[in-house]
């Protein structure tokens, strides 16, 4: 067998549903762009899409399958939503209940599934252009926050803004902006430069999701929407029903990240 | 009175919603963003919807009401778009059954408000770069075109995808694409550039909507994704009741073409 990380996406995704790769996907399938997962019940469908429509930068979407659908058309061939992501969150009434590598049994006509943006590719556009990830630097998540910034409400789906933070020397914070623009399929350019207490965050060193980087003296903090914010939002609707990707294990399209990008 | 064309935005809504303009809205309220309006019961909303994000370049969402809401919340304030639009079309089962110009008696709770970008805002800029629009130079309708290009379908929405065309001089094509692309909640960049069969267009002096324009010996004909094409695959899926603007009878938004632009 090839190493993991050489394999196609279409390999992996293989190997997934075979149950032979349960673990997170950061790494694989390098220049292939991840995307997050969200299953509703159809009676949901029409205001999660409206709730997507209204916030594009948090909750960007890449494919929208027709309820009962689980197989991908155009982020990947013989993909199917059921079984080719390494782990699926299952919440019920907004309550986690289980942690599944296969959601066939569960599986309902009326499923909507909704695919999302990830910022795993417009970090690798970032790289690179030398223009530093502090938290890949780091080995550690990326520091998220829950801002101040309203998102559009549409239907039952409402809350705030959740960020991610990538600390930059001044000297590269325009090309960020200039790189992330051309991603906006998967949360473009960033919400906010500069001062945290302006959208709400008060401390940095203490994100309210993932772990605090270090920030130098000189750099400037550069906020994007985040992937977490959807989640967030369906999370707080408490849906009877709703299955997501485990945070880090993503589904992995034949799609690469410079098919998404725009100019 | 002021003239017309000197009015702001909410003085020509309000205007129109008095009665007193039924006319096209071409020319008015220059600098600020107009859209097209599809009005369709509930139960074919989430199909409409999830049409519209397959095909963001023929049908680029620029505001979408709730179940029954008449008020826009970004595009405008203070509109009612039951009263602000010059003309309606109301279709049933796919035919025109009627032309208004006021739709509150037949307003119903469960009707949901699609309003589309529209050419008209990246025209005005590539004017102001210069770039030659012949349809507005001969005082015409764009020529519009049915192509072989399929939308993806989406429900009981499909239908190939309708173009508009505009000639350029070679040495304005690259500008054009540019300029364009900035505007992607507009129509964005073109879907084609250079040979008419390639897209299945066999005449271009026989446009299917519109009227014909002068093409020069050198000029190359540039093709965009046409507003009419959301319009022209509703009319095909015949829903019980359908309401749109009538052609060139346009929303005013307070919203300008240049906040539409990314980049």
Chains 1, 2 share one sequence.
């Not at 155009?74 to 390494?86: H, M, W």
């Not at 296969?102 to 909704?114: A, G, P």
């Not at 945290?196 to 270090?214: M, Q």
Request: aromatic share 8%.
């Amino acid at each position: 067998m090839k190493k993991i990380d050489l394999l196609t996406p279409r390999e992996i995704r293989l190997l997934i549903r075979k149950g032979k790769w349960d673990r997170p996907t950061p790494g694989l399938a390098m220049g292939f762009a991840q995307a997050n997962l969200v299953v509703l019940p159809q009676k949901y469908a029409f205001d999660f899409l409206l709730f997507c429509q209204r916030n594009p930068k948090p909750c960007p979407l890449l494919e929208v399958l027709e309820p009962g659908q689980y197989q991908t058309r155009s982020l990947a061939t013989d993909a199917d939503i059921r079984t080719d992501i390494p782990r699926y969150n299952i919440y019920r009434r907004g309550k986690l209940e289980s942690i599944e590598t296969d959601i066939r049994k569960i599986w309902q006509d009326d499923f909507v599934t909704f695919l999302l943006g990830c910022s795993f590719s417009f970090e690798e556009a970032l790289m690179r252009a030398k223009v530093p990830v502090r938290h890949i630097e780091e080995n550690r998540n990326v520091p998220m926050y829950i801002t101040n910034i309203p998102c559009k409400s549409a239907g039952i789906f409402h809350g705030p803004m959740v960020v991610s933070m990538r600390p930059l020397p001044p000297d590269k914070v325009v090309r960020a902006v200039q790189i992330t623009s051309r991603f906006a399929s998967v949360h473009g350019a960033p919400v906010h430069v500069g001062d945290p207490s302006a959208i709400g965050v008060r401390e940095l060193a203490k994100p309210d999701f993932g772990k605090s980087v270090t920030v130098r003296q000189v750099e400037i903090p550069v906020f994007w929407a985040c992937g977490v914010t959807p989640q967030a939002v369906v999370m707080e609707a408490k849906p009877d029903l709703c299955i997501t990707h485990a945070p880090g294990h993503m589904f992995i399209s034949d799609v690469l990240n410079e098919e998404l990008a725009t100019l």
